[in-house]
């Protein structure tokens, strides 16, 4: 029996289920066994170390991507795909280490605990709490994977990461139709060293990663349809901008992007005229769309009488005070922190409106050291902060690479301005560039703001990488696999899987709404001076800490008493540590 999912292309469902199949055993199996010396080290490596990582995990990629046969490259690419996230989980849970957002492997700190305890309140009272309430579409959809899984924390975190993986994968196929295989594994890493870091962290850069990087997914099929067939290539293209517009709802960075993603789709299904209006107010209506359902689910899941918005312009003023930091605020102005939801943001307003009038070099000093600051080595801030490692010269020669093909990849774009790829990157470039304004990179450690939008970041030196290869003789083309045939098979199932990824996003926290319990369960009165207190205990989501041994290896939960007090340096705050 087969499907037809594409306009040339067939693909059986017995080959769809055998590749479910193999992709999650293939995921699962990692995350199974203990006490495993060789998957530990392996599991660390993976996580933490680049240097080593990076070059088997090219090889086994590079080959998997070039495979002629096109179900067979897939179903490889799969095996070798999803592992690398189980394991990058498992180095976490492995080691048990903490981390400014983790302690000893699983325990959420700091934003973490707030996004994970505003999750379960959802769960428990049937309203967000917290900074969760801020990111409804998160915080919601984090409630719906706990309760779907029994509130047990571990398994949550897996099929977060599974769902990250998936995301990916589509995303790295898009990428090798679109360019190479070279490329794509050259776009797959960029995307792997950003989002390790928020591997097993309940933080809302998993949302905004998620959604961001599947709107590309349906932008590049789109592009890749559009000489096809005009109808399948515009509905993928809007719903990857309402995908966009989730992603800036979930986890707001590049949003200059929106109303661009709305100008490019009135140009290229303009047919005769300079512009088709009908597809600028149709784009324009999908992307209002996105942001509308996320304040309806803000709406259905929070306290009344509350306010989503309540860190906005804290960045804003730190770049138009002449390039400092967004605690910057709190020190010229500390009254904002007793002013209320909705009276602190117009005030904010009113004080940036004022200094940039006051002190307007202020302003252009600050865009002048954020971009002094992106577009560096620095180990925390820059634009490719987030695949340093602890080895210098691996880390100056790996960033340069970045920087220099992006380079390329822009020069390819201008030359290429016309086409439709070239001028849909391009896009993305200025859409970025002109954000940071207003989300600005450099106050937040390792591009993390832009974790919706840190695909085009792996786009550009993969695009620049592409151009670069097709300069090379023609015989050298099927050397190094420039010609193996797409794997377009899979771009009707890719966006089927985002169809309902944004389903259980946006309906997952009304269900949760809807089962939550009416009240909370009555006790006993406490004495006078005691508060009462009604704790629910979650499996899979504490750690026991054990007696140093021998016969006892640590692997999240069971952590020894060396491993927990040697890891707990790596978080912030003496205070806390002690």
Not at 73 to 92: D, E, K, R
Not at 436 to 457: C, D, E, G
Request: aromatic content about 14%.
């Amino acid at each position: 029996m087969a499907v037809v999912f594409n306009h040339n292309k067939k693909v059986s469902w017995v080959f769809l289920f055998a590749l479910v199949t193999i992709s999650v055993l293939s995921y699962s199996i990692i995350l199974l066994p203990r006490e495993i010396p060789f998957l530990k080290t392996l599991s660390v490596l993976t996580r933490y170390n680049a240097t080593r990582f990076l070059p088997a995990a090219t090889i086994l990629l590079i080959s998997a991507l070039s495979i002629k046969n096109q179900r067979l490259s897939i179903i490889t690419t799969a095996l070798v795909f999803f592992p690398l996230f189980s394991l990058a989980l498992n180095g976490l849970w492995a080691g048990a280490y903490s981390e400014n957002y983790v302690l000893s492997g699983l325990v959420p700190r700091s934003d973490a605990y707030g996004f994970y305890t505003g999750a379960i309140s959802l769960m428990e009272t049937g309203t967000l709490s917290s900074i969760a309430m801020r990111r409804p579409l998160y915080g919601g959809f984090l409630a719906f994977i706990l309760w779907i899984s029994g509130g047990n924390l571990q398994i949550s975190l897996a099929i977060i990461v599974y769902l990250t993986a998936a995301v990916c994968f589509f995303s790295v196929i898009a990428v090798k139709n679109s360019f190479n295989s070279i490329a794509a594994v050259l776009y797959f890493f960029i995307l792997f060293f950003f989002i390790r870091r928020f591997i097993g962290i309940t933080m809302s850069e998993n949302m905004g990663f998620l959604l961001g990087t599947s709107s590309l997914t349906c932008f590049l099929f789109a592009l890749k349809e559009f000489k096809h067939s005009h109808k399948k290539s515009i509905l993928s293209f809007l719903f990857g901008a309402l995908l966009y517009s989730f992603a800036q709802a979930a986890r707001p960075g590049a949003v200059v992007v929106l109303p661009l993603i709305v100008l490019f789709a009135g140009w290229l299904w303009r047919g005769k005229n300079k512009f088709s209006w009908k597809w600028i107010v149709g784009t324009t209506i999908i992307v209002i769309a996105g942001f509308m359902i996320n304040t309806l689910v803000f709406k259905i899941t929070s306290p009344e009488n509350t306010s989503q918005i309540s860190n906005i312009g804290y960045g804003v003023y730190g770049l138009a005070a002449g390039g400092k930091g967004w605690k910057q605020i709190f020190t010229d102005y500390p009254e904002i922190n007793m002013l209320g939801a909705g009276i602190r943001e117009r005030r904010i307003t009113e004080i940036i409106i004022q200094e940039i009038i006051t002190h307007p070099e202020n302003l252009i000093k600050g865009i002048f050291t954020q971009f002094k600051i992106l577009f560096s080595f620095q180990s925390t801030n820059s634009l490719f902060s987030f695949v340093v490692t602890k080895n210098a010269i691996f880390n100056y020669g790996l960033i340069s690479l970045f920087f220099g093909l992006s380079i390329y990849g822009i020069i390819a774009a201008v030359h290429q301005y016309k086409k439709p790829l070239g001028a849909f990157i391009l896009l993305l470039l200025l859409g970025f560039l002109f954000s940071l304004p207003l989300a600005p990179a450099y106050q937040t450690q390792y591009m993390r703001v832009y974790a919706s939008s840190i695909f085009l970041l792996g786009l550009l030196p993969a695009f620049g990488l592409s151009s670069l290869l097709k300069h090379l003789p023609a015989s050298m083309h099927k050397f190094i696999k420039l010609n193996n045939p797409d794997q377009s098979i899979l771009s009707t199932p890719a966006i089927l899987f985002s169809i309902f990824l944004l389903l259980f996003i946006v309906g997952g926290p009304i269900s949760v709404k809807f089962f939550s319990p009416s009240e909370i369960p009555s006790l006993e009165e406490c004495p006078e001076d005691q508060s009462k207190v009604v704790l629910n205990y979650y499996p899979g989501s504490s750690i026991s800490i054990l007696r140093n041994s021998p016969d006892i290896m640590t692997w999240v939960p069971l952590v020894t008493q060396l491993d927990y007090k040697g890891s707990i340096h790596n978080i912030c705050c003496g205070d806390e540590i002690a």
